[in-house]
């Protein structure tokens, strides 16, 4: 197998994984799109949310855990 399949199903995996983890901690993840930063407009017949600093937080944290990961491996 091509190593560019092998990288798509880990991927893949990790991308499961992930989901589970969100869906089975739902009730304590409820801050996480709702922080300071997060453009929210509520009219009637028009909803927008942009969440700017919940992008940021996700992003920081994974360039953190693959800098680890890199590091150690």
């Known amino acids: 197998m091509p190593a560019s399949a ?3 199903i880990i991927a893949g995996f990790l991308l499961v994984a992930a989901g589970v983890v969100v869906w089975l901690a739902q009730g304590h993840l409820g801050w996480l799109g709702r922080l300071p930063g997060d453009i929210r ?6 909803q927008f949310y942009f969440p700017i600093t919940t992008m940021v937080l996700i992003s920081v944290l994974l360039s953190v855990l693959l800098w680890i990961i890199r590091k150690f491996l």
């Open 6 to 8: 092998k990288i798509l």
């Open 41 to 46: 407009v509520e009219r009637p017949g028009i």
